[in-house]
């Protein structure tokens, strides 16, 4: 039996924070309400590693939610950060490193030739939609289920039962009125694009998609339904933006849209860009961008935009990803990972769909067509969080005889086993693998990791695995 790790000063610091914070945590996606459990409270990163505040190390795939490409504390990105410090942290006035960046960034990402710098991926959204409503004269946006762009109020919403439909707000504190011009489809729905479109194309302001969505899991979007949208946009006059927010700089040097050779109007990006601190932007074509202020009528502003800290990570970072290209060798190690999970998950006959693009991927963990959800659910529920097991499914292989045998969409994904995934993560927890506490986050892999690393996850995996079989601890 495993000696499981102490984490006394977590559970200390996470009864105060509760005092203090809304749930003790400063972002929902940092608590382990989908797992069970407290969140572990950390206190330093070095490379391919995060410290907690009890001593523990974990091999990280959170990676900060996804701009730790490079790993934790690079001497690049530190050294820029140390010089920026010494100059003064900002100055509300424009500096030299917003223009060094801000190259860095229209020179790799294909749709962009005008940039604005902002402060987090929300508001570039927030942003973008605001500026593609602008540009049209039109209200309307289209959005997909399963795709997040930030807490934006009217891109913040639920679905119908409808494929396409007029969504309704899905936090409180959201009016009904906010959400009245977003229309939602499902993902990958190329049918629905093209009946959204001849309903009320001339009506639509912006499309806004993930073109790699990364917060119902790592899901891509098909070729056919990106190229739809393009088409779709381009004859109706509406603005397609891709959110690459997640996958900008993770997927490739140009995201997504490179590899997919597809050019929105807009983009928004995020997390890479900034080497760790907070930053966002959105840009696009001269055309669109020349109309926000002080050029154009559209407003938008920020006090710490392009903040001189920021400015630095995110330059230190970019000029390594550029000059030294490790993406191959980057995709090669999250393939490998990939598929090991996969091969360790059917040996032990647990049905799994890994979906992996890029440096993301997701282990998707599949119900058996023959098990009754909420019995699974109450089956596990009791065992989850006290070091025993699951039993061992039926299923014998990763398809075949799944509710679903791959994701594609929030449907698909949604069916997921959540209760078994909660399971593994603390499996894995306990092994010092630190994976996102969600079924619907995706895992990144960093730079500063290697073969041995994934070897040892892959090792931690087959043991988690093998107490759903055995109802070890």
Known sequence: MRAPLEHAKSHALFAAACQLIPGGVNSPARAFGAVGGEPVFMERGEGAYLYDVDGNTYLD???????MILGHAHPDVVAALQA???????FGTPTEAENDLASLIVDAVPCIEKIRLVNSGTEATMSAIRLARGYTGRDKILKFIGNYHGHVDSLLVAAGSAGATFSVPDSPGITPGTTRDTILLHFNDVDGVKRVFKECGHEIAAVIVEPVAGNMGCVAGSSNFLYELRHRTAESGTVLIFDEVMCGFRVGYGGAQARFSITPDL??????IGGGLPVGAYGGTKAIMDH???????FQAGTLSGNPLACAAGIATLKVLRDTNPYPALERKAAY????????ARAAGIPVYVSQWGTMLTLFFLRHASENKQE????????TFSGSAVEKTTATSTSGNCVSEKIVDWRTASNCDTERYAVFFRGMLQRGIYLPCSQYEAMFISNAMTDADIETTLNAAKEVFATFETGAG
């Open 267 to 272: 983009t928004t990006l995020g997390k890479v």
């Open 61 to 67: 795939f959170v990676q900060s939610w996804g701009p």
């Open 376 to 383: 699974v659910a109450d089956r596990i529920h009791s065992k």
């Open 292 to 298: 926000v202020l002080p050029l154009g009528p559209v």
């Open 337 to 344: 990972l990939a598929e090991g999970l996969e091969d360790e």
């Open 84 to 90: 920026a410090l010494l100059k003064g942290t900002g």
